[in-house]
């Protein structure tokens, strides 16, 4: 009798938790250590502010650096294609943000398997996005059964706002954690004009390069008129 009340109160109780595959329950993402769960969602659009103050930057050429500026191209799409992983696209650029079997980060024009990321709250509050396909693992007998003989592959930027290769990271350096930012109100103003089909705007501070124009040798010449009244000045001057 006591088990069949126990089993309805467990009906009746709000706010249980929803298991995830495989019947476990899934961590919460504001507990230390958890993964974020947008599986399904839609995409977030943050800008990912690094510890060591750049914004987070992919770039149409496929460049991917730090910004300390207003960038448009520091708007990011972050969408879940799994539990805790993510794929962070520019929303200006177009491109995936995506690391190579060397380390080094770029803008691909397509999504790959290059472009997931494990995305992790770090103990400090920041996130950290590590590589879902490279990581270091080492070659000691035995290294495959111990978890901690991985090192991960982070999205980083020093001090200079330059990426650093993946293999160079660690998960508790300030070029690791980033923090996702909501937009304001001028990153409101670049998407509703993106969405308008108006020009997309550059960076705040990156004025755009003027043609110089050819002038030809007539157009250095004086003319008859310029001429005549050159000629009048020195008369004048002479009196």
């Known amino acids: 009798m006591g088990l069949i009340w126990l089993l309805l109160l467990s009906l009746l109780e709000p706010g ?8 476990r329950l899934r961590r919460d993402a504001g ?6 769960e947008h599986l399904g969602g839609a995409p977030r659009r943050r800008k990912l502010y690094c510890a060591t103050k750049y914004h987070l930057q992919l770039h149409p050429s ?43 980060l770029y803008a691909s024009e397509h999504y790959n ?34 978890p901690s003989a991985e090192r991960l592959w982070y999205v980083s930027v020093n001090g200079k706002g330059r990426p650093r290769r993946g293999f160079k990271t660690r998960r508790t350096q300030k070029s690791s954690l980033f923090l996702p930012r909501v ?25 755009p390069r003027r043609r110089r124009q050819k002038q030809s040798p007539d157009n250095l010449k ?14 004048a001057s002479a009196h």
């Open 16 to 23: 249980w938790p929803a298991a995830g595959p495989g019947g």
């Open 31 to 36: 507990g230390r250590g958890g993964v974020y």
């Open 62 to 104: 496929g460049r991917v650096n730090g910004s300390l500026e207003n960038s448009a191209y520091s708007i990011l799409e972050i969408t879940a294609v799994e539990v805790g992983i993510v794929a962070i696209r520019g929303l200006f650029s177009g491109r995936y943000l995506a690391m190579n079997k060397r380390g080094r």
């Open 113 to 146: 398997a290059e472009c997931e990321f494990v995305e992790r709250i770090h103990e400090l509050g920041y996130n950290t996005y590590a590589s879902r396909l490279y990581r270091t693992v080492s070659s000691t007998p035995g290294a495959r059964r111990q």
């Open 183 to 207: 937009l304001d109100h001028r990153d409101h103003e670049m998407v509703r004009q993106l969405q308008g089909g108006l020009p997309r705007p550059p960076g705040k501070g990156v004025q």
């Open 222 to 235: 004086p003319s008859h008129v310029q001429a005549s009244r050159l000629g009048s000045q020195l008369e």
